[in-house]
T-cell receptor
């Protein structure tokens, strides 16, 4: 079983819809949770960063972490065609020092105009 | 500020050959991590370097190696290439003290024939 599970999709929704992307994990040591967005032929770019449980909002994006359920989510409101990309969740047990981010498989999202 | 740069962007090799990939981190970033991305396995951690020392290593065979230079630039080497090594190889750099926030380069697409 993988440490981080993410539905690879693909997920296709109409423009303006609310998108929900999710990951589950098994390692209770994870404290730092990230969402990366990767456009075709590009490297991943950091979209959202959350520490421990709770919500964080940034414009149309909201990240939620539920450590008790080992479940994290990313919500995209008023989705735009430019949001079409692969979304990867990533997790880490520590913030400083030697790093090994553990990524989900990535969910391919398409927003249809 | 310039982002993470990787060279070359595309590479075609044959089985049994070796390859060296290069990564220049963002100025001031001292930690460099390498990842392999494939459709089947997703993003997998290879190794991380800081101040010319390997601090962390993923579960890859010894054919995969790396190094970091005094200017933080890093190289990774794969010897005796196999067909399964075909992948996008991503390099990421981070600032001292917040190594979990990683900035990715565009990657090197390696094809092994």
């Amino acid at each position: 079983q993988k440490e981080v599970e993410q539905d690879p999709g693909p997920l296709s929704v109409p423009e303006g819809a609310i998108v929900s992307l999710n990951c589950t994990y098994s390692n209770s040591a994870f404290q730092y949770f990230m969402w990366y967005r990767q456009y075709s032929r590009k490297g991943p770019e950091l979209l959202m960063y959350t520490y421990s449980s709770g919500n964080k909002e940034d414009g149309r994006f909201t990240a939620q972490v539920d450590k008790s359920s080992k479940y994290i989510s990313l919500f995209i409101r008023d989705s735009q065609p430019s949001d079409s990309a692969t979304y990867l969740c990533a997790m880490s047990a520590v913030r400083r020092g030697a790093q090994k981010l553990v990524f989900g498989q990535g969910t391919r999202l398409t927003i249809n105009p | 500020k310039a982002g993470v740069t990787q060279t070359p962007r595309y590479l075609i090799k044959t089985r049994g050959q070796q390859v060296t990939l290069s990564c220049s981190p963002i100025s001031g970033h001292r930690s460099v991590s390498w990842y392999q991305q494939t459709p089947g396995q997703g993003l997998q951690f290879l190794f991380e370097y800081f101040s010319e020392t390997q601090r962390n290593k993923g579960n890859f065979p010894g054919r995969f190696s790396g190094r970091q230079f005094s200017n933080s630039r890093s190289e990774m080497n794969v010897s005796t290439l196999e067909l399964g090594d075909s992948a996008l190889y991503l390099c990421a750099s981070s600032l001292p003290g917040i190594e979990d926030t990683q900035y990715f380069g565009p990657g090197t697409r390696l094809t092994v024939l």
